[in-house]
T-cell receptor
Framework: GQNIDQPTEMTATEGAIVQINCTYQTSGFNGLFWYQQHAGEAPTFLSYNVLDGLEEKGRFSSFLSRSKGYSYLLLKELQMKDSASYLCAGMDSNYQLIWGAGTKLIIKP | ETGVTQTPRHLVMGMTNKKSLKCEQHLGHNAMYWYKQSAKKPLELMFVYNFKEQTENNSVPSRFSPECPNSSHLFLHLHTLQPEDSALYLC??????????????FGPGTRLTVL
């Protein structure tokens, strides 16, 4: 079956670095997406990885290892506004997204 | 971000009511999606429309009825719902690139409560 696993909740301190892990099992693979969702708001697109390696976008970076079925989202210089849920989704061979349940990130001062 | 809008934002309805959710996208996309989001669960894909044609119906009960009159508008008609249907209903759109990965852009959702 197809499955995405990510931690339910994480806590970090303002100004620190946090890494949110995601493991995936999909029928075929056409890339891995990360979305951010603030409470009561729309999920917003953060990143897409289809090749192995690290992609950096400002304070946010996303990593993919296809051989390990593993990805992570790295958030640096954490700010209070980064408190949100982070959704990991793998795209299968039919270009359909398989979603994780999301990781709620709590930032403390 | 006003690329994808949804109305109403909140809806409370009884089990015998009929209501409709509306979604509109201003991004020039050709694919639109309905998702159900329940607390601490993965997003559940309900329906997909590509170029106004329904291409996915993930075993959704018939009490949910989608309608896509054009590429910019999507409706979800609701009737005789159950309390377990209470959830956040999200609409999304994408370009619908043929044979390629596609980034989906979401609306803010309708928070539905069924009494």
């Amino acid at each position: 079956g197809q499955n995405i696993d990510q931690p339910t909740e994480m806590t970090a301190t303002e100004g620190a670095i946090v890494q949110i892990n995601c493991t995936y099992q999909t029928s075929g693979f056409n890339g891995l997406f990360w979305y951010q969702q603030h409470a009561g708001e729309a999920p917003t697109f953060l990143s897409y990885n289809v090749l192995d390696g690290l992609e950096e976008k400002g304070r946010f970076s996303s990593f993919l290892s296809r051989s390990k079925g593993y990805s992570y989202l790295l958030l640096k210089e954490l700010q209070m506004k980064d408190s949100a849920s982070y959704l990991c989704a793998g795209m299968d061979s039919n270009y359909q997204l398989i979603w994780g349940a999301g990781t709620k990130l709590i930032i403390k001062p | 971000e006003t690329g994808v809008t949804q109305t109403p934002r909140h809806l409370v309805m009884g089990m015998t009511n009929k209501k409709s959710l509306k979604c509109e996208q201003h991004l020039g996309h050709n694919a639109m999606y309905w998702y159900k989001q329940s607390a601490k669960k993965p997003l559940e894909l309900m329906f997909v429309y590509n170029f106004k044609e329904q291409t996915e119906n993930n075993s959704v009960p018939s009490r949910f009825s989608p309608e896509c009159p054009n590429s910019s508008h999507l409706f979800l008609h609701l009737h005789t719902l159950q309390p377990e249907d209470s959830a956040l209903y999200l609409c999304a759109s994408s370009q619908a690139l043929a044979g390629g990965p596609d980034t989906q852009y979401f609306g803010p959702g309708t928070r539905l409560t069924v009494l």
